[in-house]
């Protein structure tokens, strides 16, 4: 019934996502990638997929140069579907930028903490997660003014407000900021997409639901394994944890009075796929140890952190066999960055930031440029 409706305002913009995933990097695009002996030789073999966008490169340019332009395509063809959205569609779209508006805002926190020139810290955020007000953080000279700007100029007052003060916003508990953001983003997008009339009940609905729910998942795990020989309490830990997903509420709970990578595993065992990941990679209940601690390692070469990346590019793969759904939009930026997440070194410390084909992109362009070829198979190709 939703699709005599749904082209009205999003056939459009659904027919044109469609479009751009056909430009994705394919399995056999990938593979001439990591033939390259250049990154000249990269630039011309993303000629067909990314068009004039990687005309203005100097001669064998920087792989932070590269990625920049990769990111550049990859906002202006989202600006342009947001001029374009009208209603809840352009409220959708909204929530998709204040993931990166977090980032931003946490990275602005940190400059302010370390007196950091303003213009680097600017140049430094994700142009995905900008919003109009932003230089006005930039003006606050100590953490107290930069509270009240956030709570004042941008989009994410809503998750301050009432739940974090500036005494908060030191060097210590910048990750514990960070983290209570997002928990509160996520729970405010899953209501969203679960309870406005366009949205619920409805293709859009039913997948925005499971992918918000793994990726409520996803961070409970990763706060709950990163929490392990730090001073973080059980109870901060319990209130980092979005209340929604697979593992909500029981699993949850379980992760937070857990005390070793046993007591994870045990919380994770009642969702297959998240305890095939533990097996994979060795963090079962029979196992132990730091290195599991941090990420464990399967026989393929694979973490933990891993397999959830691939897991999400899956998840947003299966949104392309779905009609009438503004999902694809969601899906086919996260695929799109993917492409990135190839590069090694310094930029992988900003991978959250990039798309997963972006990711890709980088990393094999680093690997080239730093002779690295041994490595530069490790990447997630989707299709």
């Not at 930039?138 to 509270?147: D, G, K, P, R």
């Not at 973490?303 to 503004?326: A, G, I, N």
């Amino acid at each position: 019934m939703e699709g005599l409706y749904f082209n009205v305002n999003g056939g459009y913009l659904e027919g044109i996502v469609r479009g751009y995933r056909n430009t994705l990097l394919t399995s056999s695009q990938y593979g001439n990638l990591t033939q390259c002996e250049s990154i000249d030789d990269v630039k011309m073999q993303l000629g067909p997929a990314y068009g004039d966008a990687l005309a203005s490169l100097p001669p064998n340019p920087s792989t932070s140069a590269l990625a920049d332009k990769t990111t550049e395509k990859l906002v202006q063809d989202f600006r342009y579907l947001q001029g374009q959205a009208t209603g809840s569609l352009a409220r959708f779209m909204q929530y998709l930028t204040y993931s990166y508006m977090i980032d931003n805002v946490a990275l602005l926190i940190t400059g302010t903490l370390h007196e950091r020139d303003t213009k680097e810290l600017l140049e430094r955020c994700h142009p995905l997660g900008w919003f109009e007000t932003m230089p006005v953080l930039c003006v606050a000279t100590n953490i107290e003014e930069l509270y009240n700007s956030v709570l004042i100029e941008t989009p994410l007052a809503p998750y301050f407000k009432g739940h974090l003060s500036h005494q908060d916003l030191d060097e210590l508990n910048i990750e514990i900021v960070r983290n209570t953001l997002y928990k509160n983003y996520l729970e405010d997008f899953h209501h969203f997409v679960n309870n406005d009339p366009e949205m619920s009940m409805t293709p859009t609905g039913e997948i925005m639901s499971e992918i918000l729910e793994f990726e409520s998942d996803r961070r409970a795990i990763n706060i709950t394994l990163n929490s392990f020989g730090t001073e973080l309490s059980k109870e901060q830990r319990r209130k980092l944890y979005p209340e929604f997903g697979k593992l909500y509420p029981e699993g949850m709970l379980m992760l937070s009075r857990a005390d070793d990578i046993e007591g994870v595993s045990l919380a994770v065992s009642g969702v297959g796929d998240y305890k095939r990941f533990f097996d994979e990679v060795g963090l079962n209940q029979s196992s132990g140890g730091v290195s599991n601690m941090a990420g464990g390692s399967g026989s393929d070469g694979k973490s933990l952190e891993d397999l959830f990346y691939q897991k999400e590019m899956e998840l947003s793969k299966l949104v392309f066999t779905q009609q009438f759904t503004h999902a694809v939009i969601y899906a086919w930026v996260k695929l799109r960055e993917q492409v990135s997440s190839i590069f090694i070194g310094a930029l992988m410390k900003s991978a959250n930031l990039c798309s997963q084909e972006i990711r890709n992109i980088t990393w094999i362009a680093e690997c080239i440029a730093q002779n690295q070829k041994e490595r530069i198979g490790n990447y997630i190709s989707v299709f």
